[in-house]
T-cell receptor, first 114, second 115 residues
Framework: GNSVTQMEGPVTLSEEAFLTINCTYT??????LFWYVQYPGEGLQLLLK?????DKGSNKGFEATYRKETTSFHLEKGSVQVSDSAVYFC?????????????FGTGTQLKVEL | GAGVSQSPRYKVAKRGQDVALRCDPI?????LFWYQQALGQGPEFLTY????????KSGLPSDRFFAERPEGSVSTLKIQRTQQEDSAVYLC?????????????FGDGTRLSIL
């Protein structure tokens, strides 16, 4: 079945540092890929998505590129802010036999310090 | 516009009691999903509705879990004879259609604690 693997956290960075959170997936066919973010005390929010190979999703300075050859969807941001502190979830939907449900990774906590 | 609304936000129950969790999806959203999120983990799929039809319930952990969406809008997740392992955050999500690229919009969840 489908699965998503994320790098373990917490990841602690200084403000303005470069961020990479690794995400790889296992699925057959052509799933859609998502990054969700959960700020403290809040619900899950969609951050960005990509629906086909080589697509780049972007939002709020975050980017991720759908790499089918490496089955990866790594999240990047060039300069993080304290307000980016949150838990980030990589997820996939669809693919062959995957249906409409989202399959999530375990989440990566990001802490950004001044 | 209003987002996905879940109630109650917090629920404490004694082991063996029945509980009911409510989800109000975004108006007009065809698809509705329930997920269970254990502490420190990602959400795990429970069940999926398209309008009033429950098309996938493969994630329900036991026959104590039951979900319905009788009029294709509000949904209720019911857990009978609760156990301590049922303690988790229960998330509801809705989306406009059934395509794989359609984003799911999540509510804030119901945090269930079983004593």
């Amino acid at each position: 079945g489908n699965s998503v693997t994320q790098m373990e956290g917490p990841v602690t960075l200084s403000e303005e540092a470069f961020l990479t959170i690794n995400c790889t997936y296992t699925a057959t066919g052509y799933p859609s890929l998502f990054w969700y973010v959960q700020y403290p005390g809040e619900g899950l929010q969609l951050l960005l998505k990509a629906t086909k190979a080589d697509d780049k999703g972007s939002n709020k300075g975050f980017e991720a590129t759908y790499r089918k050859e490496t089955t990866s969807f790594h999240l990047e941001k060039g300069s993080v802010q304290v307000s980016d502190s949150a838990v980030y979830f990589c997820a996939l939907r669809g693919g062959t036999g995957g249906g409409n449900k989202l399959t999530f990774g375990t989440g990566t906590q990001l802490k950004v310090e001044l | 516009g209003a987002g996905v609304s879940q109630s109650p936000r917090y629920k404490v129950a004694k082991r063996g009691q029945d509980v009911a969790l409510r989800c109000d999806p975004i108006s007009g959203h065809v698809s509705l999903f329930w997920y269970q999120q254990a502490l420190g983990q990602g959400p795990e799929f429970l069940t999926y509705f398209q309008n009033e039809a429950q098309l996938d319930k493969s994630g329900l952990p036991s026959d104590r879990f039951f979900a319905e969406r009788p009029e294709g809008s509000v949904s209720t997740l019911k857990i009978q004879r609760t156990q301590q392992e049922d303690s988790a955050v229960y998330l509801c999500a809705s989306s406009t259609g059934t395509g794989g690229g359609q984003p799911q919009h999540f509510g804030d969840g119901t945090r269930l604690s079983i004593l």
